[in-house]
């Protein structure tokens, strides 16, 4: 499609080179999603169909080939609605020697670039509203947002005061959430309606970001953002973690979080492990649903229009 040429002739344009990394894969990551498993006979073990290319690029990047992107199919096992479905074409970019807000400029910049290919302005329609992806977005803190849209301070309120205002607002949850999933769950479900104009949100708590670098200023914080439009998130992204041995770390912490679903949970993958220990350089990479980057460029919000054959519950045959 021309969205994909463009996206590609953009990161060419700026030095990436584009990779394919394995789609079946020994075990999952990069994500925290529920895989497709299947068995491969050969071998004998279980295989898992990718539910992100994060981890493999990010060996690339250990590698020497500073500049790498992919776009690609990956699958997760989980429910379908408007902006889900089982199988998604995903871009993932990374980049040596950047942070996230490198990132985001790049990120922004592709975005006021595919506008003027497709549409020749920047002005486009979300919803029933124009909106100018032109403009410079702005970049907000998740505390500052959750301050301003709901007006409570959460780096001052405990656990408790927490779980009694998310259950007020009628906010379901496993039970066992730390402060930071906490936070993280109140703005997920309360804020991200008012962010229609492109904005940015930074700085996200460790909890929830087990492969973000942490935050130089802020502790218990990491430099991760995401990027939303009408009320929408576009896409996600961070300065990523380099020290092998945190790393581990978040990756067992990751598996005994509270989550419905256990196997939603990073998994302790040592070979990438060993790979960052060879010598990780400090990097920032982002991952882009090809699907609902399709939907905002046709102002379509249900990803099953934008897909040519979406996954369907069979019909009765009876």
């Not at 896409?235 to 979080?257: H, I, N, V, Y």
């Amino acid at each position: 499609t021309k969205l994909t040429r463009e996206i590609r002739k953009y990161l060419d344009g700026l030095g990436y080179m584009e990779v394919e990394t394995p789609v079946l894969q020994p075990l999952y990551g990069g994500a925290n999603a529920k895989p497709f498993t299947t068995h491969l006979n050969a071998l004998d073990v279980d295989m898992y169909l990718r539910i992100a290319d994060e981890l493999y690029l990010k060996r690339l990047i250990v590698g020497g080939y500073e500049k790498v992107y992919e776009i690609s199919k990956d699958f997760r096992n989980e429910g379908m609605d408007l902006t889900h479905n089982p199988e998604f074409t995903m871009i993932e970019w990374y980049e040596a020697y950047a942070d996230y807000h490198r990132m985001m400029d790049v990120t922004e910049g592709m975005f006021k670039h595919l506008a003027k290919e497709l549409y020749g302005e920047t002005v486009m329609t979300v919803g029933e509203k124009k909106i100018d992806i032109g403009d410079k977005w702005p970049r907000v803190e998740m505390t500052t947002a959750i301050k301003k849209y709901l007006d409570i301070d959460v780096l001052n309120t405990s656990e408790d005061e927490l779980v009694k205002f998310a259950k007020g607002k009628k906010i379901s949850f496993v039970g066992g959430e730390t402060k930071g999933q906490l936070i993280y769950i109140i703005f997920e479900h309360l804020v991200t309606d008012h962010l229609v104009n492109p904005t940015w949100i930074i700085d996200y708590p460790k909890d929830v970001s087990p492969l973000s670098k942490d935050h130089s200023e802020k502790e218990g914080w990491v430099e991760r953002f995401e990027g939303y439009i009408g009320g929408k998130e576009i896409c996600d992204g961070w300065s990523e973690l380099t020290d092998p041995q945190e790393q581990r770390q978040r990756f067992e912490a990751d598996k005994k979080a509270a989550r419905k679903d256990k196997e939603e949970a990073q998994q302790v993958d040592e070979d990438f492990l060993e790979a960052m220990e060879y010598g990780m350089p400090p990097l920032g990479g982002i991952g882009i649903g090809i699907d609902r980057l399709t939907m905002f460029f046709t102002n379509t919000w249900m990803i099953k229009e934008v897909i040519l054959f979406p996954t369907l519950k069979p019909g009765n045959k009876e």
